[in-house]
């Protein structure tokens, strides 16, 4: 299987380095197995072969994209910057990739990488993944994609996606189990010490208030919530700050941040308790009512469907003091 990673100045260093390390280590792994090698891996450029990254590395490519005609899948890594000066530097990139797409070649993301499928209309009509701080630009940008919040990775007509960071080496494993069976995706997972069947991302996530819109009244009204979340508030109470009725309030809220009222207030509360779970300074029912429930297994039921996990399991994970006591 021909492999062709993608090199521009902008890509993530660690994102090119790991699919090279991964896939080698793995092609290493079956050979010994006796089996023969599944992955030929290049090197693609746009124009020269001697990339420089924004990073302290320099690869060298084996082909310009020029050269390439028949490549079996190619691996966007992702980028550093903001995406309209990065997609706009690479739109030849873009264009290229589309056309491949339309040839049969398919198509893996790595974290941000995904808006180089979506701006080349691959991903219209579609699901796609991302990391989770890119997400709600992605949504403003490509109304007619389906952003999914938590999902780790996506695979639909030849075109892969992939969560943020390094939970996109999941996604490396599940195309290492795709094509070349279980075995070799098991041994990779314990050889590069990554976690196996990851599904969920929305853990990782830091709740930024979703205020990349221009309307005033529904920021008043973000900024009534943030403030008194920790109240019994309503979402009539909040429509009363704008001076809107309920209906049209819930229509523009949800519009504007791509969450009801409800949700926005849910996933403020939740976010403040994250804070207090990784500081590991309060008991759960304490900590519970700072953030203004008054039920434990609500509280419980919403912590877990916001971030995958329960508050108990939260603060195990990423608060240091936990996690030396369980140790």
Same mark, same amino acid.
């Not at 490549?71 to 589309?98: C, E």
């Not at 995904?114 to 997400?135: D, R, V």
């Not at 941040?257 to 500081?279: F, G, H, W």
């Given at each position: 299987?021909?492999?062709?990673?993608?090199?521009?100045?902008?890509?993530?260093?660690?994102?090119?380095?790991?699919? #090279?390390?991964?896939?080698?280590?793995?092609?290493?792994?079956?050979?010994?197995?006796?089996?023969?090698?599944?992955?030929?891996?290049?090197? =693609?450029?746009?124009?020269?072969?001697?990339?420089?990254?924004?990073?302290?590395?320099?690869?060298?490519?084996?082909?310009?994209?020029?050269?390439?005609?028949?490549?079996?899948?190619?691996?966007?890594?992702?980028?550093?910057?903001?995406?309209?000066?990065?997609?706009?530097?690479?739109?030849?990139?873009?264009?290229?990739?589309?056309?491949?797409?339309?040839?049969?070649?398919? =198509?893996?993301?790595?974290?941000?990488?995904?808006?180089?499928?979506?701006?080349?209309?691959?991903?219209?009509?579609?699901?796609?993944?991302?990391?989770?701080?890119?997400?709600?630009?992605?949504?403003?940008?490509?109304?007619?994609?389906?952003?999914?919040?938590?999902?780790?990775?996506?695979?639909?007509?030849?075109?892969?996606?992939?969560?943020?960071?390094?939970?996109?080496?999941?996604?490396?494993?599940?195309?290492?189990?795709?094509?070349?069976?279980?075995?070799?995706? #098991?041994?990779?997972?314990?050889?590069?010490?990554?976690?196996?069947?990851?599904?969920?991302?929305?853990?990782?996530?830091?709740?930024?208030?979703?205020?990349?819109?221009?309307?005033?009244?529904?920021?008043?009204?973000?900024?009534?919530?943030?403030?008194?979340?920790?109240?019994?508030?309503?979402?009539?109470? #909040?429509?009363?700050?704008?001076?809107?009725?309920?209906?049209?309030?819930?229509?523009?809220?949800?519009?504007?941040?791509?969450?009801?009222?409800?949700?926005?207030?849910?996933?403020?509360? #939740?976010?403040?308790?994250?804070?207090?779970?990784?500081?590991?300074?309060?008991?759960?029912?304490?900590?519970?009512?700072?953030?203004?429930?008054?039920?434990?297994?609500?509280?419980?039921? =919403?912590?877990?469907?916001?971030?995958?996990?329960?508050?108990?399991?939260?603060?195990?994970?990423?608060?240091?003091?936990?996690?030396?006591?369980?140790?």
């Amino acid at each position: 299987m021909k492999i062709s990673l993608l090199i521009y100045e902008d890509a993530v260093l660690s994102a090119v380095s790991s699919v #090279i390390d991964i896939l080698s280590a793995t092609n290493q792994f079956l050979q010994e197995s006796g089996v023969a090698v599944p992955f030929e891996l290049e090197l =693609v450029s746009e124009k020269t072969k001697n990339i420089q990254l924004q990073a302290p590395a320099q690869f060298f490519c084996y082909r310009t994209i020029d050269q390439v005609t028949d490549t079996d899948l190619i691996i966007v890594p992702a980028f550093y910057g903001h995406p309209d000066t990065v997609l706009q530097k690479n739109k030849v990139l873009i264009d290229w990739i589309r056309t491949m797409y339309g040839t049969g070649t398919e =198509v893996a993301s790595l974290c941000v990488g995904s808006y180089f499928l979506a701006e080349g209309g691959l991903l219209s009509g579609k699901s796609c993944t991302s990391h989770w701080n890119s997400l709600d630009n992605m949504r403003q940008r490509y109304p007619e994609i389906e952003i999914l919040s938590d999902i780790v990775m996506t695979d639909q007509d030849g075109l892969y996606t992939s969560g943020g960071a390094f939970i996109s080496l999941n996604l490396v494993l599940y195309l290492i189990e795709k094509f070349c069976g279980r075995e070799a995706s #098991i041994w990779a997972s314990k050889m590069f010490s990554i976690d196996m069947d990851r599904m969920n991302q929305s853990h990782f996530a830091v709740f930024q208030g979703q205020r990349q819109h221009e309307d005033e009244e529904i920021l008043k009204a973000q900024v009534y919530i943030e403030k008194h979340f920790d109240q019994q508030i309503s979402v009539e109470q #909040i429509a009363e700050q704008t001076n809107m009725s309920k209906r049209n309030f819930i229509r523009r809220f949800k519009s504007a941040t791509q969450n009801t009222p409800l949700e926005y207030l849910q996933r403020v509360k #939740i976010e403040s308790a994250k804070k207090e779970l990784e500081k590991n300074a309060l008991n759960i029912s304490t900590l519970m009512y700072n953030a203004g429930y008054n039920d434990l297994k609500t509280f419980r039921q =919403v912590f877990k469907r916001l971030t995958g996990l329960t508050p108990q399991d939260y603060r195990r994970k990423y608060c240091r003091s936990a996690a030396l006591l369980s140790n």
